[in-house]
């Protein structure tokens, strides 16, 4: 699985849009890129997924260049609630059969602030 | 939908013994579901992949003989941390796919002392 860049942290005050950047410039083509997110001490969270189109669903919006070298995960009304760390993984992505495994990177924390 | 559980939320167990985890798919069955383990401070390591009717494979390093994984049926896998030692403390985590969808699901997490 192609390797993926995070800023370690980032801050944001609630209620603006949250903007998270994530490089995976060895991607291949037939790897899709997933964020997740992790509360503390509470299990990974599924965000959203995408190949090459802009995705968007009721908790973010992932854009991803045209190059598919990066991404960025939006999240349009941040609260305090969405204090978390925010991974980024790329993988092959299969409906049927196989084991595909996500590996974590370290992640982004972002602090949402009041 | 696609719910998993876990259970224990958390435990304390004394060392030398054994502790068993549980990992549920409450509303769909799950061929394969992924065990994580999570020290403070630290992103999740993948453990192993349990494939439900076989044999679990194993991440490098890490000791099948001490991280028991049995997954008998669709909805639930298990790990057996035997013969716990207080560096096994940690938080294990499991994670199932759904037949159709290409993202996981997560459980709670267990959070596992050792004393």
């Known amino acids: 699985d192609a390797k993926t860049t995070q800023p370690p942290s980032m801050d944001c005050a609630e209620g603006r849009a949250a903007n998270l950047p994530c490089n995976h410039s060895?991607?291949?083509?037939?790897?899709?890129v997933y964020w997740y997110r992790q509360i503390h001490s509470q299990g990974p969270q599924y965000i959203i997924h995408?190949?090459?189109n802009n995705e968007t669903n009721e908790m973010a919006s992932l854009i991803i260049t045209e190059d598919r070298k990066s991404s960025t995960l939006i999240l349009p009304h941040a609260t305090l609630r969405d204090t978390a760390v925010y991974y980024c993984?790329?993988?092959?992505?299969?409906?049927?059969?196989?084991?595909?495994?996500?590996?974590f990177g370290k992640g982004t924390k972002l602090t949402v602030n009041p | 939908g696609a719910v998993v559980s876990q259970h224990p939320s958390w435990v304390i167990c004394k060392s030398g013994t054994s502790v068993k985890i549980e990992c549920r798919s409450l509303?769909?069955?799950?061929?394969?579901m992924f065990w994580y383990r999570q020290f403070p401070k630290q992103s999740l390591m993948l453990m192993a992949t349990?494939?439900?009717?076989?044999?679990?494979?194993?991440e490098q390093g890490v000791e099948k003989d001490k991280f028991l994984i049995n997954h008998a049926s669709l909805t639930l896998s298990t790990l057996t941390v035997t013969s716990a030692h207080p560096e096994d403390s940690s938080f294990y985590i499991c994670?199932?796919?759904?037949?159709?969808?290409?993202?996981?699901?997560f459980g709670q997490g267990t959070r596992l002392t050792v004393v």
């Open positions: 060895t991607i291949s083509g037939n790897e899709y």
């Open positions: 993984i790329v993988r092959v992505a299969r409906t049927q059969g196989g084991s595909e495994k996500l590996v």
């Open positions: 994670s199932a796919r759904v037949a159709g969808r290409t993202e996981a699901f």
């Open positions: 349990s494939n439900e009717g076989s044999k679990a494979t194993y």
């Open positions: 995408g190949l090459k």
């Open positions: 509303d769909f069955q799950a061929t394969t």
